[in-house]
């Protein structure tokens, strides 16, 4: 028996690349977030533990109020890109999420495919034992049949 070719399996093979390529990006989206957040928390810490010694001439006074502020948004900066590249990865994370349920929903269809193939294998296999076993019946009976005809005209 011929058996017929999934017809989809190259939109499945497709589609299972394309998952494979969104978690790739997920995964550097979230790696990408991580680090970011990181880097946000080191400036943020490096802000907290600035300390402006008691006496400075003027200018000087005024030249680390400025580094200090130029400090803060920096790292007011950082977190804002942190936070960016957070939304970022869930939202890659949601399209993988999609790729996923693209591929899964063909995944079924081909297994669907794959069942109804083997159940019409089963089916012609349980014919052919049928016939077999009608034949052999018949033949049984006609061998029967001429026996007793054979003893009636004795």
Known sequence: ?????FRLQPVLELRRSE?????????NAANAAGEAA????EQEAALSAAVLP???PAG?????????????????DARALATAQAEQAE?????????????KALERLAERHRLAQQRAV??????ATDDLVTGRAARAAATDDSERGSAWTR
């Open 1 to 5: 028996m011929k058996r017929a070719a």
């Open 19 to 27: 998952e494979r390529a969104a978690a790739a990006a997920a995964a």
């Open 38 to 41: 990181r880097r946000a928390t």
């Open 54 to 56: 008691r006496s400075l």
């Open 60 to 76: 000087s006074f005024v030249a680390a109020m400025v580094l200090l502020r130029t400090a803060a948004t920096d790292a007011a």
């Open 91 to 103: 939202a890659v994370r949601a399209e993988w999420t999609a790729a996923a349920r693209r591929t």
């Open 122 to 127: 089963d089916v012609a296999e349980e014919r």
